[in-house]
């Protein structure tokens, strides 16, 4: 029987399980696995699995592809690369602080900053954010795509588009509600406008240096905390007007500190912490759940 060893770790509440696939090989379809081993119900509970595996090129480190909920590969996660880089520490994979980590978004360096029992605390440079309508990719005539009307449902928002590697739609509101998140998030997500679907950021901004976040992820639905989320909205409402270029972001999992610095990378800072150890049984899994 395939037997999948693997470790649960969350950053800030968005919660992956992680197969370390540099010295093991396993038989699975990733999607067919994530789909399984991430129903709160009847496999192990996650917003995905992420796996490890070896490096591709001398420049990098390690490699790291990221398997949503329902299945489908997401491009790069700022929660899951920092605890990316704890369970490479913690597993005795490497002894580097500092690492450099293929994404399907490209390549993200990550800093080990410090630990305290469980929780690390990692630094990621996220990249510079695309504004390019094309490239996001949302159906917009013009770049960048600030303040303009989307319509579903029956109501009209005003958003802003902006991708860390993946698609972001950035809403601001007065308060931050189920009906609003859980309502129209999955609406917004598959709109037209955005061709490969998007994550939405509903936003609430208390000053220029602090707001409140709520996200609906694509292929996930809402999760507790979403890094590359804070990182649009940190660029998003720097554009907008609304806050300076470093800004606390309050998900509902924590806490991350964003900063859009002036070479035009953002870098994010958050917790990293460890959840449990276990195995998943692969194929009993596969004839039980139909």
Known sequence: MEKIKFTKLHGAGNDYLYIDLTTNYYNFDPSELSRRMSDRHFGVGADGIILVMNRTTRETDFRMRIFNADGSEAEMCGNGIRAFAKFLVDSKLTDKRRLRIETGAGVREVEMLGSMGR???VRVDMGAPVLDASLIPVAAGKSPVLDNELSVGGQV????????GNPHCVILADELTDELVKGFGPKIE????FPKHTNVEFVKVRNSGEVDMRVWERGSGETLACGTGASAVAVACSLNGRTGRKVKVNVLGGVLEIEWAQGNHVFMTGPAETVFEGV?????AMGTFK
Do not use: K, P
């Open 119 to 121: 929780t690390a605390y």
């Open 157 to 164: 928002f005003r958003f802003s588009a902006v991708s860390m």
């Open 190 to 193: 598959a709109h037209e406008l």
């Open 280 to 284: 998943y049984d692969y194929e009993q």
